[in-house]
């Protein structure tokens, strides 16, 4: 078994650093930075051979929270790949930026300043090129606020002008996400996927969580984004919604809502490596030792939520323990299986 990654995607986050996968997933093993190495340097260097070396004798160390085993493929060639053409995906990830603090994300400076070093900030889409060459698809941004960070914006709208058939795959908190907004950027019929994190039904719930956010306008543009994805004119439409002890109980009604959108549901476990442990102690229900985990239990036992085809749940097993397995362990089922 080999996987794709390697050869097909590349995360460039916040310091300039080039990931292969979730950085998470990988534990942060890092190809290079695009601010201190070349192209060449850095997606076919040492570290980015090794990566994908290993891959091909399925030693999967480097890769201990993969939460993506369905992409792994049949090995078909007979001598390992190290050098790869140009990724075809990347996920633009170089600013924090936020307009909001989630209390999960966020301790108190959401307004970050930007890690990209002041010589070459001008220098963003030169420095990038080589790496669009022949990217079908760009992500951004999975670490901030897209449509609140100048950075982000003047880097997709440049991208959009000079790569004109490169299609872009948006996350956002969509309180800033409208028609006018997405125009400016030249984002117009270039969507591909567009995900919007929704963590409460309430408005009251959503306050408690998004704090400086605003429902109201969140709720319009995601009526607005449905009404593109049932015109044909955005191929994929998700909600993303972090579970956590103050908002489990919305799980059902956040189903329901995506439904009426032609939206799918995205549950992410709470992912608890930031520096907010005393914040993860009281919301993070996924774990056993939270008062309200069996009801979370429960509610995951639901008909409605147990048979659902159009939810994706992940992270609640690699965070939490809910299903405690590791890669290792997957990996070795999957050969049992074949
Ligand atoms: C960091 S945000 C960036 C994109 C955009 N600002 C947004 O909120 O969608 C990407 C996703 O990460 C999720 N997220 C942030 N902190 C998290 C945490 N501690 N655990 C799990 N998910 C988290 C958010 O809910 C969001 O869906
Ligand atoms: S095996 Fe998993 S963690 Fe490793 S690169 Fe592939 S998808 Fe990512
Ligand atoms: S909107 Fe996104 S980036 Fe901003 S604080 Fe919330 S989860 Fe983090």
Known sequence: MYC?????LAEIMPYGNVYPCSCGWIRGYSFGNIFEQSFDEIWNGEKAKEFRQKLYD??????????????????????????????????????????VKCIFCRSDNHKVSSLIPDDKKDKLLEILTPWLKNAKYVKTNAVGEVFASKISRDLIKSIADNFPNIKFEIITNGIQCTKENIEKLNLTDRISMITVSLH??????????????????????????????????IERFEIHFTVTSINYKEIKDIIRFARSLDAKVRLLGLDCSRDLEQLYNKINIQDKKHPDYNKLVKTFQAKEIKEAKDIVIQGLDYFTGLKKISFIEKIKNSFKKK
């Open 4 to 8: 794709p990654n390697p050869y097909i």
């Open 58 to 99: 399925n030693d999967f160390s480097l890769c201990p929270g993969c939460q993506n085993l369905e992409i792994l493929e049949e090995i078909k060639d007979s001598e390992p790949k190290l050098i790869s053409e140009p990724p075809e995906r990347i996920l633009l990830g170089l600013d924090e930026f936020c307009d």
């Open 200 to 233: 409460a039904m309430k408005e009251s719930t959503y306050n408690k969580i998004v704090r400086g956010g605003n429902y109201k306008k969140t709720i319009e543009n995601i009526k607005y984004l449905s009404s593109l994805k049932k015109a044909g004119k």
